[in-house]
T-cell receptor, first 115, second 112 residues
Framework: GENVEQHPSTLSVQEGDSAVIKCTYS??????FPWYKQELGKRPQLIID?????GEKKDQRIAVTLNKTAKHFSLHITETQPEDSAVYFC??????????????FGKGTLLTVNP | EADIYQTPRYLVIGTGKKITLECSQT?????MYWYQQDPGMELHLIHY???????EKGDLSSESTVSRIRTEHFPLTLESARPSHTSQYLC???????????FGQGTRLTVV
């Protein structure tokens, strides 16, 4: 089955700096890669996602890049703000057919943005 | 309002008791998931379903069972609770292979 590795497990940055979180996946058939943000005491929520036919996607201060050859994708947050402090999860999934709808998450990264 | 609901939010129960954690969604999603979340953050997939009468085991071995008799309902049952089952359980649902998964607020289970 799919295995998603996520690094680092904790990340501390100064406000205004950039933050990068990296994930690798094992199943070359995976074709959908979402990122979720979970604030303390709250449920995970989608912040950005990318499909395998796209190499990069950007939404304001957040961007995701995908390297299918290396089976590697990354989350980039620029101009970090204290409200970006949360746990971030990457995930991988593949579409069509029965058990292929599994949604497997990485172990999470605790991001702390210091004012 | 379209959402995904979990009950109860908190549960303290004695060892050996049978419990069912409820999860319902009003969004018409065909895919539903149960995750166990450790205090250390990680989301472990324990069960999932891609439609009525379909259930699959996830990546983390679990003594729980699930059923999917109705599209909107995906309950998780522990026949005999143990202290090792103490954790937060999150239910999620989605439609389509490349769409957002919506999470419930979770059930925090403590087995004493």
């Amino acid at each position: 089955g799919e295995n998603v590795e996520q690094h680092p497990s904790t990340l501390s940055v100064q406000e205004g700096d950039s933050a990068v979180i990296k994930c690798t996946y094992s199943d070359s058939a995976s074709n959908y890669f979402p990122w979720y943000k979970q604030e303390l005491g709250k449920r995970p929520q989608l912040i950005i996602d990318i499909r395998s036919n796209v190499g990069e996607k950007k939404d304001q201060r957040i961007a995701v890049t995908l390297n299918k050859t290396a089976k590697h994708f990354s989350l980039h947050i620029t101009e970090t703000q204290p409200e970006d402090s949360a746990v971030y999860f990457c995930a991988a999934s593949k579409g069509s057919g029965g058990s292929n709808y599994k949604l497997t998450f990485g172990k999470g990264t605790l991001l702390t943005v210091n004012p | 309002e379209a959402d995904i609901y979990q009950t109860p939010r908190y549960l303290v129960i004695g060892t050996g008791k049978k419990i069912t954690l409820e999860c319902s969604q009003t969004m018409g999603h065909d895919k539903m998931y149960w995750y166990q979340q450790d205090p250390g953050m990680e989301l472990h997939l324990i069960h999932y379903s891609y439609g009525v009468n379909s259930t699959e085991k996830g990546d983390l071995s679990s003594e729980s069972t699930v059923s999917r008799i109705r599209t909107e309902h995906f309950p998780l049952t522990l026949e005999s609770a143990r202290p090792s089952h103490t954790s937060q359980y999150l239910c999620a649902s989605k439609t389509g292979w490349s769409t957002e998964a919506f999470f419930g607020q979770g059930t925090r289970l403590t087995v004493v």
